[in-house]
């Protein structure tokens, strides 16, 4: 959370701040943003208090966290795959199309998960999804 992050002005200045046009998820944006030219530390005292009851939080709405979710892998989609490789970018898109899912938004869901088979077509729980398929639709020939 970006509440916990303690960042000095001129690292902030160093990558021209928050990218406001970022509906949600701006701190993990800027994390890898920092991280491109900043090591990080971890300091286990808490550093905020998080008041989460207020109904119009931004982390509340879920169409504003699928689209915030989604700008951040576009964003940063060439850095996952260089750095982490195609199995990550599609663990993202995954993730984006369930969050697109539970925002009742099943068009942008069905896009990111075809972005998943895309780049990670070989995962075992797909063929065996494709597999029910096929002998399921020679079941009823």
Not at 34 to 54: G, S
Not at 57 to 68: D, E, F, T, V, W
Request: charged share 20%; glycine share 4%; net charge positive.
């Amino acid at each position: 959370m970006f509440q916990g992050l303690l960042v000095t002005r001129e690292a902030l200045a160093h990558i021209d701040y928050l990218d406001e046009s970022i509906r949600s998820y701006q701190e993990w944006d800027t994390v890898i943003r920092l991280a491109k030219y900043y090591e990080f530390a971890f300091i286990p005292q808490p550093t905020f208090i998080w008041n989460f009851r207020n109904a119009t939080s931004l982390s509340k709405n879920l169409s504003g966290n699928a689209a915030g979710y989604n700008q951040v892998v576009a964003k940063h989609r060439w850095s996952i795959l260089c750095w982490l490789g195609p199995k990550a970018l599609a663990f993202h898109y995954q993730t984006a199309g369930y969050l697109f899912r539970q925002a009742g938004d099943n068009v942008q869901a069905r896009r990111r998960l075809r972005l998943v088979h895309i780049w990670w077509p070989f995962r075992p729980a797909s063929f065996v999804r494709l597999a029910r398929r096929l002998f399921s639709s020679r079941a009823g020939k």
